[in-house]
């Protein structure tokens, strides 16, 4: 069933992920709005873009920021900000993006989170199968938890979680791109990958024609 959106609420806007995402939505026709803790410090990328200030955890932040908008993207990363901001958890934030989005009028809400809640080919999370490096095993962990609330918690709010392959970073819009459920996505050489700007096409496919509602999904090729 294709959604109506139109005006989506982007949280995490400065980060690589959520570039790729703003540029796909305003190049499909869609009012972003970039919402960020110190919009001062903020460089916006796109004359399109409207910026507004708002914080991913706190509740009252997202009501007040999400007014009126079809959608709610978050796209926060757990690590710390460029601009001197503390980091942001991941769980309360998704406590907080449920609370606010209710509060909100139910807008649609779309998470960004990582790959180590995957499923590995033999049943195991992808976060005991391919160990990481200890400073990174925290911001997995908030990943695979914060997955948990929206499970069960989000209720009945129009939610969903999208995961990208093991590994993503820059490459080319192709439009190509297979999509999954709980299980990694491998190639046929057993590498998990994604561009940032084709996990920005599936993303706002999903905003646009909500096939994956009320649970995870991935993309990979």
Not at 174 to 203: C, N, P, W
């Amino acid at each position: 069933m294709e959604i109506c959106i139109v005006n989506i609420a982007l949280f995490g806007a400065g980060g690589q992920v959520a570039r790729r995402i703003a540029r796909e939505a305003l190049d499909r026709g869609h009012h972003v709005t970039a919402v960020v803790r110190d919009p001062s410090a903020f460089q916006p990328y796109d004359d399109r873009l409207a910026v507004v200030q708002g914080d991913a955890t706190d509740a009252a932040s997202v009501a007040r920021a999400a007014r009126g908008a079809d959608a709610i993207v978050s796209a926060i990363s757990p690590r710390p900000s460029p601009t001197g901001q503390p980091t942001s958890s991941l769980v309360d934030a998704a406590r907080a993006l449920i609370a606010g989005a209710r509060e909100a009028g139910d807008p649609r809400l779309v998470a960004v989170g990582g790959a180590s809640s995957l499923l590995t080919a033999s049943g195991v999370r992808l976060f005991e199968a391919h160990p990481l490096p200890e400073m990174y095993r925290a911001e997995a962990l908030q990943g695979i938890e914060s997955l948990e609330v929206f499970r069960t918690e989000a209720g009945e709010l129009d939610w969903t979680f999208v995961s990208p392959a093991e590994a993503i970073g820059p490459g080319e819009r192709t439009g190509t791109f297979r999509v999954g459920g709980d299980e990694l996505i491998v190639d046929g050489d057993g590498k998990s990958f994604i561009s940032y700007e084709d996990f920005a096409v599936a993303l706002v496919d999903e905003l646009e024609q909500g096939r994956q509602r009320r649970r995870r999904f991935t993309v990979g090729y």
